[in-house]
């Protein structure tokens, strides 16, 4: 049985980083509010604003999940049509 780790962190872009167990909400900017890189509004708890991210909301969600899974114990998926190399 695997034991539960601490939730890693996670990349927002411009060498921002989070516990992936922190964040509650992505919200994309919409394309007007877009610009310099900025892509995500990132909800982080314990901070009153959002984070500005320069990553996708689908990227950051991606990292979220599989860092939650890792820190949970629950293996990997593997992609369909992928063979194990062992």
């Keep these: 049985m695997a034991t539960k780790r601490e939730a890693r962190l996670i990349s927002l872009g411009y060498g921002r980083h989070v516990r992936a167990d922190r964040v509650f909400a992505l919200v994309p900017l919409e394309p007007g509010e877009r610009g310099d890189g900025r892509r995500t509004y990132v909800h982080v708890e314990g901070l009153s604003e959002p984070l500005v991210a320069s990553r996708s909301e689908r990227a950051i969600l991606t ?22 190399l062992l």
């Design 63 to 84: 990292d979220v999940e599989a860092a939650l899974a890792e820190a949970a114990g629950i293996p990997r998926r593997r992609a369909k049509g992928q063979e194990s």
